[in-house]
């Protein structure tokens, strides 16, 4: 079965039969709270209309990061769904700046 759920709630509570919990390490491996990381500078971008992800998932890496003293460059872009790259001009504009530093 290629769908499982992340939790024994969500796969006792699941309506599809023979529902499965997926592999923890799996379920760690897809949360990047879990992971540090010696970078210094993240942009995060997350289209308000994106279907796919909910806009607290970005939002709470921006927050962890800036506390542990991070440059963060976080928006969440009006109109664009998971894909949108209309910025381009802004993102060398961002990697110039951090570069530069």
Do not use: C
Request: a neutral charge.
């Amino acid at each position: 079965m290629d769908k499982k759920h992340f939790t024994e709630f969500g796969a006792t509570h699941s309506t599809v039969s023979g529902s499965l919990k997926a592999d923890p390490h799996i379920v760690k491996m897809m949360n990047a709270m879990n992971f540090q990381s010696k970078t210094k500078y993240y942009r995060i971008r997350h289209g308000v209309n994106d279907r796919d992800t909910s806009l607290a998932i970005p939002a709470l890496l921006a927050l962890k990061l800036q506390n542990e003293n991070k440059d963060v460059d976080f928006s969440l872009p009006w109109g664009q769904g998971h894909g949108g790259d209309d910025d381009l001009d802004e993102l060398f504009a961002w990697a110039k700046r951090i570069t530069s530093n």
